[in-house]
């Protein structure tokens, strides 16, 4: 079974240029979340979707940061403009909810590097 | 204060030996709990839920004390591919995202 596919898997970038990271939750699945992982900070929600729609998006940190879920199988986490505080490895998981568990599967993660 | 606070270590443990970690939470309206294990520049991985009853899955023991806000893991018999960094996991009652301590590294030594 494919797990969350995530890409990039690395993206390094120059301050004030646009940054969007992919990800492919579980076939099936019918939560996304959006996780940022950093040293200071630890894991961090960012944002979530259920069935396509946004659902909390309290954590993004300001505006230059957006979500978008155009359908079951694909989000994009999209940063403009950039800056280096925004380095970090960017992790998507899914869910679904109709199991016990409630686990959340991570994907690979994506590490940003802003110059 | 942090929703999550864990001791961030890193433990040393000799190979064999039992190791016992904790984290607390803030919030009373928590209402699920979990240990995640990341390995190095890996992706967080479920290890196990915890129940306010306790749970054991083969060398590990997760206990949750809700009146004290406190939930622990037991490795027993601990190997050397126990060594990672342990995520003590709570989620919010009518919330779905995970709240995240920051982690617990564990080293395991031969």
């Known amino acids: 079974d494919a797990g969350v596919i995530q890409s990039p898997r690395h993206e390094v970038t120059e301050m004030g240029q646009e940054v969007t990271l992919r990800c492919k939750p579980i076939s099936g699945h019918d939560y996304l979340f959006w996780y940022r992982q950093t040293m200071m900070r630890g894991l961090e929600l960012l944002i979530y979707f259920n069935n396509n729609v946004p659902i909390d998006d309290s954590g993004m940190p300001e505006d230059r940061f957006s979500a978008k879920m155009p359908n079951a199988s694909f989000s994009t986490l999209k940063i403009q403009p950039s800056e280096p505080r925004d380095s970090a490895v960017y992790f998507c998981?899914?869910?679904?909810?109709?199991?016990?568990?409630?686990?959340?599967?991570f994907g690979p993660g994506t590490r940003l590097t802003v110059l | 204060r942090k929703e999550v606070e864990q001791d961030p270590g890193p433990f040393n443990v000799p190979e064999g030996a039992t190791v016992a970690f904790n984290c607390t939470y803030s919030?009373?309206?928590?209402?699920?709990f979990f240990w995640y294990r990341q390995d190095c520049r890996k992706e967080p991985k479920l290890l196990m839920s915890?129940?306010?009853s306790g749970n054991e899955d083969g060398r590990f023991t997760a206990q949750l004390n809700r009146a004290s806000q406190y939930i622990s893991l037991l490795i027993r018999d601990s190997k050397l591919s126990d060594s990672a960094t342990y995520l003590c996991v709570v989620r919010r009652g009518g919330a779905d995202g995970l709240t995240f301590g920051k982690g617990t590294h564990l080293i395991i030594q031969p």
């Open positions: 915890v129940y306010s």
């Open positions: 998981a899914s869910k679904y909810q109709g199991t016990s568990t409630d686990t959340q599967y």
């Open positions: 919030n009373s309206a928590s209402q699920s």
